[in-house]
């Protein structure tokens, strides 16, 4: 918490209101509880407040119940990570209490349901206890259920309380949710918030407002990083898709299923990983760019297809919302080890595009890059998501999509030769036309896996597959050239230039925010282009004494995670080491300051 | 039932809905000759059955006029699968077994394009088995001739899924075990749409079956035996009458919409019967996701994509 200091009055009397820039709330029940949506309300709230947000959510891998946390943290100011530590938690069971207090800052505050929960005296002296009856008062408030539905609405009100949010807004919202269901639905979910909100809490506790923020000339949108991955290949002009349901890539089949068909598209639902991938191949060869993915196993099951649309050079995108591996693993934990196989995987020497958005805003714009490339490019572009960005809800500045929007229908103007594998150009890209265009000269290519000539028939002649390999390697080259040159977040000189990639930019950014503040001399470099790497990384690394490459993958067995055994492999700089863990979790900022202080001593 | 015949789906598969494709295709142009529409020599042993299925696909793309920028022909892996490289038009060279769903997003987003897709035993019922079921459940509209010839031929005379019990291969030196896959059982309980059964001996009856197949709207798909003379010569011998055995067609009073009949004739031994076992016509998944599509676009009447991404994009602030 910035500028002001959250607790509650401990002293007795008139209850004050304190002003605070931000706060972060975790709320704790179980999956069936709703409680993501009390989340998704207050990041929404925040969005149209013009404020910052960020949330963070775990939910069980089981198919209904289980502990499930959402955290959300809002701000004036710039919010660059859900938050370490929590200023209010909002504890529904015994476990929810136990199992998360640890994550409340000394003297924070708690605030539970007495129904379910049994404060412990030790922590009842370390953190400020709120108790409130919510099971009751909210069957109180909209009459009982047996699956003790509403409280998570509920609680919002109480929420809307304590920090004197905007109640017209979200009651707003709670309308616009509920919007053409029963309005009974809609009364009922309002009546328990107006309970919650109305609640007494007399000198319980203080309450607080947030500063006002900064206008902003745009408006902000709200959503996950799934849906902005989705939301940016349909802008891109993406209009087929294929995919197998697996946690947690099926988010954006489901909505890419529910939207494309408003475009003119269709995404398929089929039978396995593989035929996915084919589909997805066989509508990219028809002239589009088609888009499949998946997660954890899936992308293992389809390598062998991936490696064919980098000898057949057709364009794809393939979606790897990661996950915690290997096998089956971890399915609704994070982890960012699929980077091997985003670069490496498959068979035979098969160079690929990979990116990694790095927040939920570049999920947008880096779904549209990656289909712009596949298409400029004639190769499979792999996204490299993850559970963590996937999942959390940001606001960012509403992107202008009358200027971006794309339309990539296929042009069949008749054309008078075509060598779709033509090794004209030494920049390794040849053109490619879509089935259904006229060819003058009657030699109609054909599309293959199987080493080619310049027509696409087989050969085996070593010459050709020396000069189609340089090919397939060049394209790439010519594609690093004009990636833009990643920037230095900090100063371009100093002691620690920590690296990292994906999900993992907000806590890096906001650990060198802290530590510039008490006056190191750190930096971060976030690097989006994984494969081919932008060219002179060395330059950044040459500023620094230290280059820490910060990854939630496994160290390996020399001591480097994923991204740092390649930028090893490339720079050979022994000052590049690894940072790493593999617990599922995001990373802590103070996580990140303590082991890269301990690694540089 | 209706749903195919309601749905006009050239016309309505949004995915090239924007454009009249049509225009591309001058209608005043000759059928093609054999010599244009030929592309490699066929790398096939001498004798091989698939020589005749090439050569009446040639007879068929002749005799319908079709021209090269309109055909797209796919395949999967094995001998049978190298047929794209001898087609002079859109040829697609994909991996084993996955052919089907390769076709699949080609005829879904191009549905202006004819989509035939040719493979082998191992392609149809081994590695890609799985495929063949969920195109048949789906009803996708393209044509899949499965050459089968009992063996695996291009990896040199393994046991393949059609193999019968005691064949003796490399890879079961005592006579294989296993008990083949009957095809047309298969389809027809996988709920394929236009099932026929015929061989590469016969060239009359196997260009009957693929212009009735290609007049299929839906998923067609034709067993057509082709002897490996390489690996297993003589296996047909007995449907081939110039050997001495019988080709046996199909009963005229057998009725294609019946799928217990249609099992029936498949339980005969071989050679089995020759000809159409099943024929239905059931909604398309290119109708289905085009009558999806229409619904949809209804909503959305008059808006350019940019708008109705900002519809969207305006309920999220």
Known sequence: MNDSTLTASTAGGQSNNANISEAVIRIAGNSQDGIQSIGGFLARLAGRSEQEVMTFMTIPSTISGGPSIFQVRIGTGEVLSA???????????????????????????????????????????????????????????????????????????LICRIFNLNSDKLKGLINEKFKGKNP????????????????????????????????????????????????????????????????????????????????GGSFIQCEDEIASIAMALGASYGGRVGVTGSSGPGISLKTEALGWGIMAEIPLVLVDVQRGGPSTGMPTNVEQSDLNIACFGGHGDSPRVVLAPANVEDCFYSAMEAVRIAREFNVPVVLLSDQ????????????????????????????????????????????????????????????TGLEHDELGHPTGSSQLHQEMTNKRRNKLKTLAKSLPFPQVYGGDHGDVLIVGWGSTQGPIHEAVDRVRKAGEKWSSLHIRHINPLPEGLEKAFDGFKHVMVVEMNDEGLYGYGQLAGILRARYCDPKIKGINKSDGMTYKVKEIIKRVTAAIN | ????????????????????????????????????????????????????????????????GLHHEKITTVAGIGCSSRFPYFVQ??????????????????????????????????????????????????????????????????????????????????????????????????????????????????????????????????????????????????????????????????????????????????????????????????????ANEASLISSAREKVAGMQDWEILQKTFDRVK
């Open chain 1, 83 to 157: 938050g370490d530590e929590a200023d209010v938690l909002l504890a529904f069971y015994q476990h929810s209490y136990e199992g998360h207090i640890d994550s409340l800052k000394e003297s924070g505050i708690v605030l539970y349901d007495s129904d379910h929960v049994t404060p412990n005296e030790e922590w009842q002296k370390k953190y400020n206890h709120v108790a409130i009856p919510i099971s009751n008062l909210t069957i109180e408030a909209i009459g009982g259920t047996a699956r003790d539905k509403g409280k998570n609405i509920y609680a919002l009100g």
């Open chain 1, 184 to 263: 009974a639905i809609t009364e009922t979910a309002l009546n328990a918030f107006n309970a919650g909100h109305l609640y007494e809490l007399g000198d319980l506790i203080e309450t607080f407002s947030f500063s006002e923020a900064t206008h902003r000339d745009s408006s902000q949108v709200v959503m996950n990083g799934n849906e902005a991955l989705a939301y940016g290949l349909i802008a891109a002009g993406v209009r087929f898709g294929a995919g197998y349901p697996i946690t947690p890539w099926s988010d954006i089949m489901e909505l890419l299923r529910r939207e494309l068909p408003k475009y």
């Open chain 1, 388 to 447: 963590a960005i996937g999942t959390r809800i940001e606001a960012f500045d509403e992107p202008d999509l009358k200027t971006l929007c794309k339309d990539i229908t296929p042009d069949l103007t008749p054309v008078e030769e075509h060598k779709p594998y033509s090794l004209e150009d030494v920049s390794g890209v040849s053109p490619r036309i879509a089935p259904g265009t006229q060819v003058k000269s009657g030699k109609y290519p054909v599309i």
């Open chain 2, 1 to 64: 039932m209706s749903a195919s015949n309601t749905v006009d789906n050239d016309a309505s598969n949004g995915v090239v809905a924007e454009q009249s494709l049509e225009d591309a295709e001058p209608s005043n142009r000759a059928p093609l000759t054999k010599k244009e529409i030929s592309a490699d020599h066929p790398t096939w042993c001498p004798g091989c059955g698939d020589f005749s299925i090439l050569a009446l696909y040639f007879r068929l793309i002749q005799q319908r």
């Open chain 2, 89 to 286: 038009a859109n040829g697609v060279h994909f991996i084993h077994g996955r052919a089907l769903p390769f076709a699949t997003g080609v005829a879904l987003s191009r549905p202006d394009l004819h989509t035939f897709v040719f493979g082998g035993d191992g392609d149809a019922f081994s590695i890609g088995g799985n495929h063949l079921t969920h195109t048949a459940r789906k009803n996708v509209n393209l044509t899949y001739v499965i050459m089968d010839n009992f063996v695996y031929g291009l990896t040199k005379k393994q046991t393949s899924p059609t193999s019968p019990i005691g064949f003796r291969s490399k890879t079961d030196v005592g006579g294989s075990k296993d008990k083949p896959i009957n095809p047309m059982k298969q389809l027809v309980a996988a709920g394929a749409t236009f099932i026929a059964r015929t061989t590469a001996t016969n060239p009359k009856h196997l260009l009957a079956m693929m212009d009735k197949a290609m007049d299929h709207d839906g998923f067609s798909v034709i067993e057509c035996l082709s002897e490996c003379v390489e690996f297993y010569p003589g296996a047909f011998d007995k449907a081939t009458p110039r050997k001495g055995g019988a080709f046996k067609e199909i009963p005229e009073d057998h009725d294609v919409t019946s799928e217990l009949e249609a099992y029936k004739l498949a339980d005969d031994s071989f050679p089995g019967y020759f000809g159409i076992f099943y024929d239905v016509n059931e909604p398309t998944k290119n």
